[in-house]
């Protein structure tokens, strides 16, 4: 059995996959920072979501047999920083087998490309949702000074298989991880948070929506850098799309065979960015044959789009009922009216763990 554990991570991402029939454990990032630990309004230090189901892996004598960090946003990798800096870490560190990470120093091999000193100093990190090259060199650093295996470019193509699990990578492509090694390399990744809505679009209708919408794609370049995967399980599919572009995702699961006639059919699908507009759109709904997404996020940047979840709406079969899981309940609560959950075939539920 595949159980899929959502945890509250801020504005960011924390998910472990766990094959309870083999023990076998998948990390997708980390969240913010106090999604592992944090400081309550005493001052007090409190474990966070993520410490606790760390240690009842280590508990249980099970391993993280792979770590996937999709890219350097402080919402995805801050909650594995914060781990790997506390002194719990030289007492957990064995519990990581693999990670998938594409860091400076496996892009500058890759491209062949002399590393350069600036890109490789540990600079005053950020404690926001946006991109820090701080954060990938601090984590760089660390994976090699305890010797977990990480130097692959995990990109469209890779795979890898842990257990009954298979996992196949859709994102990034060469194109967008070698625009985000450029921007890493000139620009030593300045914080770029553009993409995150500034308002809630929440008061407007779905028709509305509907009606009136237009997409534009993301531009982030550390977004378009992000792993992306679907995971197959005894015929199942599960689709994570990190940050993805959604532009990249279509490409791949058009060469991989599928189509608007024959879509790929998921169980369930992690949105790209949070429920963001900018990173799902028409094309990539089209290959995509799936009743249950979930979103990642607690209302920071005011997201989810509305916008979003309607296109999603406009292009799924109104007799088929469909579900938006949301790991914070203010977020469920917040972006459809009763009445328009009855009239669309809607179900809007929080999650913290499903099983297939």
Not at 145 to 150: G, K, N, S
Not at 243 to 269: H, I, M, Q, R, W
Not at 279 to 290: A, G, K, P, R, V
Not at 303 to 325: E, G, N, S, V, W
């Amino acid at each position: 059995m595949i159980q899929i554990n959502v945890l509250k991570a801020g504005s960011g991402d924390c998910i472990i996959i766990k094959d309870t029939e083999n023990k076998k454990n998948i990390l997708i990032d980390g969240g913010v920072a106090a999604t592992y630990e944090f400081s309550n309004s005493k001052r007090k230090t409190e474990p966070g979501p993520l410490q606790e189901e760390l240690q009842k892996i280590a508990d249980a004598g099970e391993s993280l047999d792979l770590v996937v960090l999709t890219h350097t946003d402080n919402d995805h990798i801050g909650g594995i920083l914060r781990w790997v800096e506390s002194p719990q870490f030289i007492n957990h560190k064995d519990l990581i087998k693999r990670v998938w990470f594409n860091s400076y120093r496996t892009m500058a091999a890759y491209f062949n490309t002399e590393e350069k000193e600036k890109c490789l100093i540990d600079i005053q990190p950020c404690v926001g949702p946006e991109t820090s090259s701080a954060q990938g060199n601090k984590l760089e650093n660390y994976l090699e000074t305890h010797d977990i295996p990480y130097q692959r470019i995990i990109k469209f193509g890779s795979g890898w298989t842990v257990g009954p699990m298979k996992l196949i990578v859709l994102s990034p492509n060469q194109q967008t991880l070698l625009t985000f090694f450029k921007k890493w390399e000139i620009e030593n990744l300045i914080p770029d948070d553009e993409t995150a809505g500034k308002q809630t679009d929440y008061d407007q209708a779905i028709a509305q929506l509907i009606d009136q919408d237009t997409y534009t794609p993301d531009a982030s370049a550390p977004n378009g850098s992000s792993i992306s995967f679907f995971l197959t399980y005894n015929n199942k599919n599960l689709l994570f799309l990190g940050d993805a572009y959604a532009e990249v995702v279509t490409e791949s699961l058009k060469a991989l065979g599928f189509s608007a006639k024959k879509p790929l059919k998921a169980e369930y699908v992690k949105l790209s960015h949070h429920g963001s507009t900018y990173n799902t759109n028409d094309e990539l709904l089209s290959l995509i044959d799936c009743s249950h997404y979930i979103i990642c996020t607690d209302g920071c940047h005011a997201l989810p789009d509305k916008a979003c979840l309607a296109r999603i709406i406009a292009m799924h079969p109104r007799q088929k009922t469909l579900t938006f899981y949301f790991n914070y309940d203010t977020v469920r609560q917040a972006v459809f009216t009763e009445d328009e959950l009855a009239e669309w075939n809607i179900r809007a539920l929080e999650i913290d763990e499903v099983k297939l």
